[in-house]
């Protein structure tokens, strides 16, 4: 009697889940329906988060005006224009006390920058964000930033945009994956309406948000950026957000000046990640409640702001005059160095406010300056102040944060300068090294990192959905008949040193009937000349060979079974049987492989077979 497989077995109606191949196609049909689903509402809440965030944008510009100004309206006037002398330093102030009272009675979770706090959500809370941030952040940046608080408004805005992400999802009967999404949708909206880079703020989810790149997580993502970039061309400007003079095509001697000025900047941000994460260590040793923090880093805005107006407020307009070439040496230090000291303190302090604007501040000034010092120093080096503000801008964000290609990206779709593309290239790469190298955590999730949330820092494809279920199977297990004795199973498995737990069984006709445990058999102490036909397993759901690991996976632990019958689609058979054991062997058996360490080419080898061949050719001329 034969006991292994050579051919494959029949199916038989033994086998269970016979409409697989309908199961599926229901489940891919699901699978898509509920994609359109995620899609409309994230389309949804990417309509309402750019209008909430011109909203944003126009209460700042109020806070602003009747803070620094006496005038109720919301045209933009930058708050270094102000006549009010020392009293700018009260203004700073009251805005903290505000604010810190609004975290203490409304929600705590408006302290900080928005995005560790959205991320957070996400690792830990099944992204579940209390509905009341969608108010009360907007409103207590804004009261931050407009009274002279030197943030950005896309933080708070992303935050916004993924607390109203979030509630939406928790209406709504969804996983906490398809929430997930939404949450990104919202997020990264707000960031395309108030900056209208959508291809940037797709990254910036792929990077900060969603930590995986899939067509179920990226179409609702990219669907919700596109509708926030419309809403931005709709509610603000159809323009560049930071017009800028055209650039050059650099030469290889400025790409290569610019890539050493952004490993310059990634260690600059290195020591600006941990000089702020210093600030908020100080916070927590002050011996007062921390309602009043942001009052405290308020007083050091105010105070900076006197003595240095410019680094009062969004400062967006900064951003754009460096950029244009129209800052002096003097101010470009000032923005430097005081802007990156008022808004570590005030960020250290609690309040609310965004990082990007800061950090794009900081990095462009830097970035100036090194490019000033360096055409000083050579002037024929072929690079301009404007290019080096801009790489400055990305370097940093990029060392700061690692987002690496949303650095790039939104340099470029905020200034719509293609030339400037392989400079960004060259020092956004030197940063990310230097930072990748030198520190472990970002400015993003240092906070989270502290909590012990871990972040993923890598977006590799799955093993189990790169192996499929034929690769696993062995194929020279053997196989029983349900006819057999129990005596006879035992001395075939005695003889042959049968090492398998598991057996596929056929029936008198040759077909399969079912799977043998053969430890149960064991236990159970049965008769041995009782046939096995009675012990054996039926009804078992099946698994196709062509099923990834990870779908086979899947398939066990629905059914609660430790194994499953694999079929052949394209013979209509059994090949083989699989088991949990099998699949984590398998993943074993990867890592393994991927840790070896081996040179698969011998230079001496190689210079062995030139000297035979040469030998060879030398001897049939002779």
Sequence with gaps: MKHKIDVGIPISTSLGNLENKAFESKRSFIAKKSLLKISALSILVAIFISLIAKFLIYLINLVTNISFFGQFNGEFHSPADNNLGLWVIVIPIIGGVIVGFMALHGSKAIRGHGIPEAMEQILVNQSKIKPSITILKPLSSAIAIGTGGPFGAEGPIIATGGALGSTLGQLFKINSNERKIILAAGATAGMSAVFGTPIAAIFLAIELLLFEFSPKAILPVALACITGAAGHHLLFESGPVFPMPDLVVPSNVALGIYS?????????????????????????KIPIHWVWWPAVGGIAVGV????????LGVGYDNITAM?????????????????????????????????????????GAAGAILGSLILLAFPNSGINIPMAALIG???????????????????????????????????CTGSYLVSFFFMENTIMTEKIARRGIITPDSYEPDVLSKMNAEQVIKKDEFVLNSEDTIQSVLNILKNKHVKQNHFLVKNGEGSFDGVLNIQNLIAKNLNPQETISSNVKRNLSYINNVDTLKRALEILFVNK??????????????????SQKDILAAYNQYLVEDKKITANLSLTRQRKKVLVRGRQLIAKRK
């Design 260 to 284: 050493s000025v952004g490993i310059v900047i990634g260690f600059i941000s290195i020591g600006l990640t941990k000089i702020v994460y210093f600030i908020e260590d100080t916070f927590e």
């Design 304 to 311: 900076i702001g006197y003595f240095s107006p410019h680094t």
């Design 323 to 363: 950029l244009e070439g129209k800052t002096t040496l003097i101010l470009m230090v000032s923005l430097c160095f005081f802007k990156f000291l008022s808004w570590s303190i005030a960020l250290g302090s609690g309040t609310s406010g965004g990082t990007l604007a800061p950090l794009l501040t900081i990095g």
């Design 393 to 427: 801008m990305s370097a940093m964000f990029a060392g700061a944060s690692r987002a690496y290609l949303t650095s790039i990206t939104f340099a470029l779709e905020a200034t719509m300068q293609s030339n400037a593309l392989l400079p960004l290239l060259g020092a």
């Design 561 to 578: 079974q430790d194994y499953a019958p694999v079929v052949s689609v394209s013979k209509n058979e059994i090949i083989g049987l699989i």
